[in-house]
C-alpha cells in the first residue's frame, strides 16, 4: 500500500464549479501536510499548507481529518487557470522527508 | 534571483553511459534534494543534503550518487546508466528541514531518456 494515496482522476469539471479532492496517508505519525501544484511539464510549487483546524486562501479550502488519516482541498468557482495536477504531500519520521502522492489531476472546461 | 536550475533540461544516453546533473540554488538554502518522478508515482527522493559537504539516502538511492561541496550545488551522478532511470530529476532547495518551514523550491526538471 502506498503511503499517500491520492484518485489520479482526471476530474473534469465546467468553470465556476466546485471540486474536492481527497487523499490518504497511512502514518498515523504523519505530522505536517502540505499541497502543491504541478502545471503539466513544470515543476511543482506550494499551494498550501494544511493546519489541523483548517484553513482557507481565497477559493481555495483544506481539510485535516486526523482520525480518518485524509486531507482534502476544496477548489470553489473554479478557472481554466486552476487546470493542474494537485499533489498531496505529508512529513512524518524523524528526517522530516516529504513523502508525495501520485497527484490528482484538474482539467477546468470552458 | 534565479532560485533553483538544473543543467541539462534533456538527455538522452545510452545504457551505461554516465553523467552528471547539476543543480544550483541562489537562496542560500541549506537543504537540497534529488527526486524523480514517474508516471503515477508522485516524486521519490534519491538523496539529500542538509550541508555544504554531507549528503544522505533517499527511498531510491541505488544507481545514483551525490555531491555538496559548495553550499549552493548539488550534482546528482549516475555511473552506469540503465533503461530504469529514465525519469524527470527534479531538485529542489528549503530553508530548513522540518515543520511548516519546509517549502521546497523546485527547479524545472531534466528530463533523461535512457535508451
Known amino acids: 500500500r502506498k503511503e499517500v494515496e491520492q484518485d489520479p482522476g482526471p476530474f473534469n469539471v465546467p468553470e465556476g464549479a466546485t471540486v474536492a479532492f481527497n487523499c490518504t496517508y497511512s502514518n498515523s505519525a504523519s505530522q505536517s501536510f502540505f499541497w502543491y501544484r504541478q502545471d503539466c511539464r513544470k515543476e511543482p510549487k506550494l499551494l498550501m499548507s494544511v493546519y489541523s483546524s483548517g484553513n482557507e486562501d481565497g477559493r481555495f479550502t483544506a481539510q485535516l481529518n486526523r482520525a480518518s488519516q485524509y486531507i482534502s482541498l476544496l477548489i470553489r468557482d473554479s478557472k481554466l487557470s486552476d487546470s493542474a495536477t494537485y499533489l498531496c504531500v505529508v512529513i512524518y519520521g524523524a528526517g522530516n522527508m516529504l513523502t508525495f502522492g501520485g497527484g490528482t489531476r484538474l482539467m477546468v472546461k470552458p | 534571483n534565479a532560485g533553483v536550475t538544473q543543467t541539462p533540461k534533456f538527455r538522452v544516453l545510452k545504457t551505461g553511459q554516465s553523467m552528471t546533473l547539476l543543480c544550483a540554488q541562489d537562496m542560500n538554502h541549506e537543504y537540497m534534494y534529488w527526486y524523480r518522478q514517474d508516471p503515477g508515482m508522485g516524486l521519490r527522493l534519491i538523496h539529500y543534503?542538509?550541508?555544504?559537504?554531507?549528503?544522505a539516502k533517499g527511498e531510491v538511492p541505488d544507481g545514483y550518487n551525490v555531491s555538496r561541496l559548495k553550499k549552493q550545488n548539488f550534482l546528482l551522478g549516475l555511473e552506469s546508466a540503465a533503461p530504469s532511470q529514465t525519469s524527470v530529476y527534479f531538485c529542489?532547495?528549503?530553508?530548513?528541514?522540518?515543520?511548516?518551514?519546509?517549502?521546497?523550491?523546485f527547479g524545472p526538471g531534466t528530463r533523461l531518456t535512457v535508451l
Open positions: 543534503s542538509v550541508g555544504e559537504g554531507t549528503t
Open positions: 529542489a532547495s528549503s530553508y530548513s528541514l522540518a515543520g511548516s518551514y519546509n517549502e521546497q523550491f
